[in-house]
Nanobody
Framework: QVQLVESGGGLVQPGGSLRLSCAASGSIASAGVSAGVMGWYRQAPGKQRELVAIITVGGSTNYAGSVKGRFTISRDNAKITVHLQMNSLKPEDTAVYYC?????????WGQGTQVTVSS
């Protein structure tokens, strides 16, 4: 069993910053298995889940156009952890954010963390 535990969500004013983190734990994660692609997705009320950012094993990144230049994804391979630094947040960034990590050829999802951008 593998669990992804997310942290860092909350309420922030427009223009503010938040840092999301997602750490893998469980039998596969603790066995030293290397993680594959890691990413963050989000789902706003009434909308489909969308890709926010992904990062490959080699560190290559890809961002949704709406967050490019404001968000930065990073990873710690040794700890099987992925982070999302979110700056210059806008009300339209309000959503539940989910992390996604590939381990042993299988995709795992976090439980989701709420990010609300409002004055």
């Amino acid at each position: 069993q593998v669990q992804l535990v997310e942290s860092g969500g909350g309420l922030v004013q427009p223009g503010g910053s938040l840092r999301l983190s997602c750490a893998a734990s469980g039998s596969i994660a603790s066995a030293g298995v290397s993680a594959g692609v890691m990413g963050w997705y989000r789902q706003a009320p009434g909308k489909q889940r969308e890709l926010v950012a992904i990062i490959t094993v080699g560190g290559s990144t890809n961002y949704a156009g709406s967050v490019k230049g404001r968000f930065t994804i990073s990873r710690d391979n040794a700890k099987i952890t992925v982070h999302l630094q979110m700056n210059s947040l806008k009300p339209e960034d309000t959503a539940v954010y989910y992390c996604n990590i590939w381990l042993n050829a299988r995709a795992y999802w976090g439980q989701g963390t709420q990010v609300t951008v409002s004055s």
